[in-house]
């Protein structure tokens, strides 16, 4: 620290790498340069492209003295292996990690800088925001971590480091580093993060954790070639996560910390294990059965003292997985998966005891019933929902909250407040009331949603909104169950985009569907050209116009060698 109190000058190499990424590296260095005279220089690892990034990179090399460049003649396939070239070329006493499509916001250098000075510490983390574009969405990752300014002692007093398994959002002091042997997996290893991290936190560093943010992780899921973390419609994507994590509980194990690697086992259930089990009913029988081979093996090494220490939700899906050889239940398991839990029916029971299914006796759904129960507000209570035009600028939202083991009916619900809440537009939320009439193993509620408001009070600039459905059921005994609704529709598909039009606000098109998860959201898109767009698509439907089909090339895609730098999320 020098004597004003702010981290002394000089004292960062920020690592940057980059595959055939010519579009966005430049910003990616900009950031890092921005960061002011605590930046003592930039090391850039061009891995081989074949794009111009390296020419890029050379020509803000010839204004900027502090931007090095290191050219890697072969592709490495992974992000591990520039990574660790990044470090060997890095001169300052401390490291930081930046991808070629991410930026750093400012200040963010000189806030992990000034902790890790301030406490001493090898390793200083800050929170890593995911930016969703092009509509800018920010989102944090891990919040809970980053909350309030922080000095952990050692990873196993506070485990949940664990969950952050990204490198990116890090400090770290290039001599812990080298003396540990602390290096990324070389070659075409994907989520080297995990491993990266599990070798960080097995030396025990203490670690500080400021609430800045330090990071900005650009999500762009239209990209021709996406990232590792979104590129989950292979099979292969599963297996390498699987196979990273299986590396990260090694790692820990080899260091002697068994609460370590039991932290991992248990983060995986919570997090990666609900991500991918959510999206298993989109793909088809062979990716299905692929990935419940590779989900079976990694478990079979868990105990019941890892299954227990999960989430209700997570430990009932591993305990069907484990439990059957082939895969089964899988949108039951999905919706099981989602954020937040809706456990659909039938609700079984064995020896009066809640299970999956009455062929799985075995899979006990521990905490629903019994001494030890969740409350009622914490139940994975579903509440399926249709909404269906009503009359003019209006839709009828129809509810049906499914009883749960007979739980939610001891807190005796009596009414249900739908909330629906604009993407986008933090705060925006528009509320309905309407009681709930009690009917066999449920209860039902409709009310109609008045559309040519919803536009009114989310209006903002851009071409649409999307509006989340959620409730709070209102109970006599137990307080209140916040949820999302799933979304039924008939045939099981989304019906087609409905126009209405309205005094206050002209043409809208709504177009209700179901996010990940299942859950219900709206699309409300108002104009007059969306109106004309989906009576034309109508047109072409109902008569179609004949053309040549267009040419493809047959026989195996081209792929250029190696991946696009990813976090390992």
């Not at 108002?526 to 493809?552: K, N, W, Y």
Request: hydrophobic share 40%; with cysteine.
């Amino acid at each position: 620290m020098n004597g004003s109190g702010t981290p002394a000058t000089a004292q960062v190499s920020v690592i940057v790498i980059g595959y055939d990424d010519a579009g966005h590296i430049a910003h990616a260095v900009r950031s890092a340069l921005a960061q002011g005279p605590v930046v003592a220089e930039v090391v850039a690892v061009d891995d081989a492209s074949t794009d111009g990034t390296g020419d890029i990179l050379d020509r803000l090399a010839e204004r900027e003295p502090r931007l090095k460049v290191v050219h890697r003649t072969v592709n490495s396939g992974g992000c591990g292996t520039p990574r660790n070239d990044g470090v060997r070329a890095a001169t300052a006493p401390y490291v930081m990690f930046l991808d070629s499509d991410d930026a750093l916001p400012p200040r963010a250098v000189a806030a992990l800088l000034d902790a890790a000075l301030r406490h001493d510490v090898p390793v200083a983390a800050g929170l890593c925001v995911r930016r969703e574009l092009p509509r800018r969405r920010d989102t944090p990752w891990q919040r809970g971590l980053y909350r309030r300014p922080a000095v952990h002692s050692s990873p196993e007093e506070h485990p949940a480091l664990l969950h952050d398994t990204l490198c990116v959002n890090k400090l770290y002091a290039r001599a812990f580093l080298t003396g540990h042997g602390i290096a990324f997996p070389e070659g075409a290893f994907h989520y080297e993060d995990f491993v990266f991290t599990a070798r960080v936190l097995a030396a025990s560093p203490r670690v500080a954790t400021v609430p800045d943010p330090v990071y900005i992780w650009h999500v762009r899921r239209n990209a021709s070639r996406p990232s590792i973390s979104l590129d989950r419609g292979s099979v292969a994507n599963w297996q390498a996560r699987v196979l990273a994590h299986q590396h990260g509980v090694n790692v820990f194990l080899d260091a002697g910390s068994k609460p370590l690697a039991h932290a991992a086992r248990v983060k995986f259930l919570d997090h990666d294990l609900r991500m991918y089990v959510r999206e298993l009913p989109s793909h088809g029988p062979a990716y299905g059965s692929t990935w419940w081979r590779a989900a079976r093996d990694c478990l079979a090494a868990y105990d019941e003292a890892d299954l227990r220490a999960a989430r209700a939700p997570a430990r009932w899906i591993a305990r069907v997985i484990l439990a059957s050889p082939v895969p089964r239940d899988l949108e039951r398991l999905a919706q099981l998966a989602a954020r937040p839990a809706r456990l659909l029916p039938p609700y079984a029971e064995a020896a009066g005891r809640p299970v999956w299914a009455p062929d799985l006796p075995e899979v006990l759904l521990d905490g629903l019933t019994g001494p030890g129960a969740k409350p009622a507000r914490r139940l994975p209570v579903t509440v399926d929902a249709t909404l269906s035009r009503g009359l003019g600028p209006r839709a009828r939202l129809h509810l049906r909250v499914h009883d749960l083991y007979g739980r939610l009916a001891e807190a005796r619900p009596h009414t249900v407040d739908v909330e629906l809440r604009m993407q986008d537009r933090e705060g925006t939320v528009v509320e309905h009331t309407a009681p709930l009439a009690a009917e066999e193993a449920g209860w039902t509620a409709a009310l109609d949603v008045d559309l040519a408001g919803l536009s009114v009070h989310g209006h903002r600039p851009g071409p649409a909104q999307v509006w989340d459905v959620r409730v709070r059921i209102r109970c006599e005994h137990g307080g209140t169950l916040r949820t999302a609704v799933r979304g039924v529709f008939s045939g099981g598909t989304a019906p087609r985009p409905g126009v209405a039009v309205s005094a206050r606000c002209g043409v809208l098109v709504a177009q209700p569907y179901t996010a990940t998860g299942g859950s219900l959201a709206l699309r409300l898109v108002p104009g007059v050209r969306s109106a004309a767009a989906i009576a034309e698509r109508r047109l072409r439907q109902r008569f179609p116009l004949h053309r040549p089909a267009p040419f493809r090339k047959h026989g195996p895609g081209l792929r250029a060698p190696g991946v696009r730098p990813s976090t390992g999320v």
